[in-house]
């Protein structure tokens, strides 16, 4: 293996420049939501990699945003191993301000982390591995590897225009392995190596009784939208979160021998985990191998909002109501099967007045444990942290992945780690820890040399 | 009986600066919730009072916003009657500005009825009541009866200042009987005489878990608030409304015959009573008399709102979740013995983690039908309408009633209609019909004339 000493020495030397530069990039809102600052975003991407020797060109999406696309190549010419890099530039809304002790437009240090929403997802991936490309250029030479891009803003709405951008630029983004963004460090601080990613589903659940609320002095006359919806989600969704519809064990198996095999091998402990997202008790009823399983292996359903009325609303019933489920999906239980089984359920226990709207939606994927790359990504980890990273069955988060099989035939890694639970992707004080930052352009550098070596 | 030739065509000359009047109080929004605008009610509530010959003055509350005491004599003085006005100049929230296709505080004429936020409630009450005055002067003379008034400020957030008030001031508001404010047509539009009012408790269930929302890819290790509170919200309350609560049989006994057959006499058509709240669906597995009932004289719950997160955050987990139940009460179950058996139920089922905070409360009562003043009142709106009004053993609304027996020694009554089942109280589009508005207070010139005789 290469000697990486001036690789890492380059990295701390210029740290405060890589920060100044996520800051930057965490200044701008880019919200692909609500469209709020994200034009300046492809821009603004295109020159950085241009800046660190790729060549970078805006496409438009099919859908809302348009992405980045971007090579760079070995001075030698042509490599024998293709990387294609997976990163996206928009980001969560920020959500309820109040919860934000630092604005989140205004990236902020604190007790050695850096915090803003999208610093860590994706801003901080994305630019971490720009930053091990500059640091390779400058110390080790000419890149190893060809090294390709696809920088996405349509990421947080469930990459509608994702699909279509890999189908028209497929020549320009075919590679051996794509290593997605999206991991991080797991509960109880490990590198992780994910071999693949759950995909979800976000739904709305809707009853509409009447356009307008009434006097809650009529409630005794007056079907209640509310009364409606509780009862539909809490028959679909257990009170561990388990997906309880009709039919889901006939479509999802009990995890493969394999699988309960590298759950086994987790080193997981509740508390920890509990300590480390810093909050007061787990799922109800689950714990140790049975809540690790139910955490990657399992559907589950998180409840991301439930609404009918409002608080500064007076003695009125409202008319309707909706919750906002995410169903957390495994290989075998896709976005469409997932729907169909829920609506059936709703349907057979008599729930035909809650309609179901699909808002967004990605696939699961596995990725095969004999890919090289795979070993590549255990070694590189290994090395930049002087201990063996986690192999996950499934990654918690989900990301693009099966796009990438299914367009161009490239299978998808995730590995290494700028974020850890404690980071609060999606949530308030979105954050990175910036010696993780720099362990991440560590690990990258040592991945594009072992990748090279496959 | 007197002849109302000239009372009636007074009020039908002068039903333009009536309306006018009731437009300029459209005008102000006097919200208690929010305090929005309501410091200049007192005093135009006392202004007009004066206008009209009372004497008026501004008394303070214990809580939050004043009221106006005021009094009308006979010419001859001392009168061998004294009727007490109970009315308020608060209103509730305006709510969802989207759903008012006017803007609440611009009172608009529409098909023969006038919207905005307080004209129905209880705005247009209050002034009805005053033109009546005003008529009986302007063409029957001296005023039969003595007429005291308190007009509150704090009605829509549950009074809590009423019963302050009274006892400071009991010398001043003594009377043979109240007649309060707050009763309408029913749902087929017949005048409704109540024996009494329901009232309410509205609380707030929560859930609090975690201080920030977590990102949704988590949500297999979390805890869910919204589930929590939604099956402590249905473990309470029946998919009819009805209160589920242990013990409550205990404390409710079922109707008594008297109530019954009061309950048979009401002309009720489930049919008629949809149309009229221009509603798709009555409450679900109750009709006929057994609705009626329900509606009149059963404990039930109005979910007034859920809320678990916002529909415009990302893939998050709420930390916390609440719900807003407007309880209404029966005679029996008074406000704190329903909040005791509910807190009970939370408690004996599991839900220990469900904070339970009462909001506001009025208690219920129950007026004798022997009091000479129902009589009157029935004789009035016989006289006014042409017809027979509807005798209700209880007022689905809830109004101050039990505050001024407990304080006063006061009978209440609750007789006459300035609103209807479409008047959208405390709702959107809220609204009078400007002929029944006009009709109240022909029925009121003939109460005060039968309260006379008795």
């Known amino acids: 293996m290469s000697d990486f000493g001036r690789f890492d020495r380059y990295v701390g030397a210029h740290a405060g420049r890589f920060f100044e530069e996520l800051i930057a990039y965490g200044r ?68 309820d301000a109040a919860a934000w002790p630092s604005p989140p437009w205004e990236p902020t240090l604190r007790d050695g982390a850096l915090f803003g929403r999208g610093i860590a997802d994706d801003k901080g991936e994305l630019l971490a591995r720009i930053h091990a490309i ?180 007076g003695l009125v019933v409202p008319g309707d109501a909706r919750a906002r489920l995410d169903i957390r999906l495994v290989p075998g239980l896709d976005p469409n099967v997932a729907v169909d089984l829920l609506r059936r359920h709703l349907s057979a226990h008599g729930f035909s007045d809650v309609a179901v709207e699909v808002l967004a939606s990605v696939a699961p994927d596995r990725t095969d444990a004999s890919l ?22 499934l990654m918690p988060a989900y990301s693009a992945s099966r796009v990438f099989r299914d367009e161009l035939g490239t299978p998808t890694l995730f590995a290494g780690a700028v974020t850890n639970a404690r980071s609060n992707l999606h949530a308030p004080n979105e954050n990175v820890v910036l010696d993780e930052y720099l362990a991440y352009i560590r690990f990258f550098g040592r991945f594009l040399e072992r990748l090279a070596r496959t």
């Open 28 to 95: 701008r809102p880019s919200v692909s939501a609500t469209g709020e600052g994200i034009g300046a975003m492809a821009p603004l991407v295109a020159a950085t990699l241009e800046r660190a020797g790729a060549r970078a060109s805006i496409v438009e999406s099919p859908a809302r945003h348009p992405a980045v696309i971007a090579e760079a190549v070995p001075e030698a010419g042509e490599a024998g191993r293709t990387l294609l890099l997976y990163d996206h530039y928009d980001v969560q809304p920020p959500g």
């Open 134 to 313: 500059e640091t390779w250029q400058a110390t080790m030479g000419s890149l190893p590897v060809r090294v390709r891009w696809i920088v996405e803003g349509e990421h947080e709405i469930g990459s509608p225009g994702l699909a279509g951008i890999l189908r028209v630029n497929r020549s320009r983004l075919q590679a051996d392995v794509c290593l997605s963004e999206g991991t991080g460090r797991d509960e109880i601080g490990n590198v992780t190596i994910n071999l693949g990613c759950r995909g979800f589903v976000s739904v709305e659940l809707a009853v509409r009784l009447r356009p307008i609320p009434l006097a809650s002095s009529l409630g005794g006359l007056l079907p209640s939208a509310s009364d409606r919806l509780m009862r539909a989600v809490v028959s679909a969704v257990g009170p561990d979160g388990r997906l309880l519809v009709d039919g889901i064990a006939d479509v999802v198996p009990p995890p493969s021998a394999a699988d309960e095999a590298l759950l086994r091998a987790i080193p997981w402990s509740d508390e920890q985990a509990r300590t480390a997202l810093g909050i007061g008790a787990l799922t109800p009823g689950l714990a140790g191998i049975d809540l690790l399983r139910h955490h990657l292996l399992e559907p589950f359903v998180a409840i991301c909002a439930v609404n009918s009325g409002d608080p500064s609303w």
């Open 372 to 393: 090289p790359a795979v070993a590549a990504a255990i070694a590189a980890a290994r090395d930049a942290e002087g201990r063996d990273p986690v192999v996950y069955p």
